[in-house]
């Protein structure tokens, strides 16, 4: 146990007596997680978002006015019944809106707006709303209601918007991974510089524990607890930067109905810890690159000191 405490004291000491160099490599480990943690936690807000859409109507069909220009008075009935046969379409997710209804919905969404509510409520058209098993499937959906022109006055969908997100959901993994790999091994190549300026500054004492019998494994466990430490700080401020940024956007964003900002605790939790040990995984991986050049270059030195070197320490 003492020797676990020495070892840790040493680790302490070496980010004490390089803080300047230490901190770079901290923020180093906290800019790359930051903006790799950053765009997962809003490729996270858009799929939230994508899915909460696709529950909803995908379809909506605004119908001429039945029995009026030719239009058969049982064409809405009709085309009720067919569309509910369509195997893109959900069995129970077909709904029915008449001339009445579209006006009280009408009234309720510009409840607010009294002079919208003059106009003729006969001017509002019936309509079928529409969901789909599968969201991908809904340009068929739309081409067989345009079929129907007799029938069908307008087709509108709210897929063009869900797969706008869905793609820029998938550019942001991408680029929140491109991020995580390039500034990571930014981080690492950093760490890795700050061991070797450690132990270049320690390295009269590296050698005499060298001299002494120390094993490579004794002299690295002090340096590779200084580079853990260095990423799990990193970590742990990128991470906590982005959950208090997410938390802050969401409470102010609360009251925006048509968009959701808020993600799951568990996500975080999940995520923050896996970014946790990414960040002492860069630090173990900085610090094995900036040991193992110094101890194979000082085993070729050590070889080539004199005798009398060992009874002078």
Same mark, same amino acid.
Request: hydrophobic share 55%; charged share 20%.
């Given at each position: ?20 160099? /230490?901190?770079?490599? /901290? ?64 069995? @129970? ?69 869900? @797969? ?86 969401? @409470? ?10 808020? /993600? ?50």
């Amino acid at each position: 146990m003492n020797r676990l405490f020495f070892l840790i004291r040493e680790a302490l000491t070496n980010l004490r007596r390089n803080l300047l160099v /230490v901190a770079g490599a /901290v923020l180093a480990v906290f800019i790359s997680l930051t903006l790799a943690f950053g765009a997962l936690v809003v490729s996270e807000v858009l799929r939230l978002n994508t899915l909460a859409w696709q529950e909803g109507v995908h379809v909506i069909a605004f119908l001429n006015d039945a029995g009026v220009n030719g239009v058969p008075t049982d064409s809405h009935e009709r085309l009720l019944a067919e569309v509910q046969t369509w195997e893109e379409v959900k069995p @129970e997710g077909v709904s029915y809106v008449d001339k009445a209804g579209a006006w009280a919905e009408f009234q309720e969404m510009f409840a607010d707006q009294p002079e919208l509510l003059e106009i003729d409520p006969t001017g509002l058209p019936a309509s079928i709303r529409i969901e789909l098993v599968d969201i991908a499937l809904h340009e068929s959906v739309a081409f067989k209601l345009q079929q129907q022109q007799q029938v069908v006055r307008r087709v509108i969908t709210a897929t063009d918007s869900i @797969e706008q997100l869905q793609n820029l959901s998938g550019v942001l993994n991408v680029l929140g991974i491109g991020l995580a790999v390039v500034l990571g091994f930014s981080a690492v190549v950093l760490i890795a510089n700050t061991i070797r300026l450690a132990i270049y500054a320690r390295r009269d004492e590296v050698e005499i524990m060298r001299l002494v019998g120390a094993s490579n494994w004794y002299i690295r466990v002090p340096f590779l607890l200084e580079g853990m430490i260095e990423g799990l700080l990193g970590a742990a401020a990128a991470v906590f930067v982005v959950w208090l940024g997410s938390s802050r956007l969401g @409470e102010a964003l609360a009251g925006f109905a048509l968009f959701r900002f808020n /993600v799951p605790s568990a996500f975080f939790l999940r995520w923050g810890l896996l970014f946790l040990l990414f960040g002492v995984l860069a630090g173990v991986v900085g610090s094995m690159l900036g040991l193992s050049r110094h101890l194979r270059e000082s085993e070729g030195v050590g070889s080539e000191v004199p005798t009398g070197t060992l009874e002078r320490v």
